[in-house]
C-alpha cells in the first residue's frame, strides 16, 4: 500500500492535466492552508500530496493522479470499500 511517506508509489501524474501533484510533509507554504498532520503517522513529519491553488484557476481545468489497479482481495486496502475491481 502507499502512504506517500517516501514517493508516490504507483500513483501516476496525469501528464494531460492542467496542475501538478506535490508531495510535502506539514502544512502548506502560505498560512491556513494544507494539514497540520498527515493521515497515516498523524505527525506533522508525515507526507501528503496536493496541488497548489494559489494559480489562477479557471472552468474546466483539472488535476488527475492516477492510483494503480486496487484489489479487493488486499486486506490492507482502505479504499476499495464493496467496488470489486
Request: one cysteine or more; glycine letters at 8%; hydrophobic letters at 30%.
Amino acid at each position: 500500500h502507499c502512504n506517500f511517506e517516501f514517493d508516490l508509489c504507483e500513483w501516476k501524474q496525469d501528464e494531460n492535466d492542467d496542475f501538478d501533484w506535490n508531495l510535502r510533509t506539514s502544512s502548506t507554504t502560505k498560512m491556513g492552508t494544507g494539514p497540520a498532520t498527515d493521515h497515516t503517522l498523524q505527525e506533522p513529519s508525515g507526507h501528503y500530496i496536493f496541488i497548489k491553488s494559489s494559480f489562477l484557476q479557471l472552468p474546466g481545468q483539472k488535476a488527475r493522479i492516477s492510483s494503480p489497479v486496487l484489489s479487493r482481495r488486499n486486506k490492507n486496502c482502505k479504499v476499495c470499500g464493496g467496488v470489486v475491481l
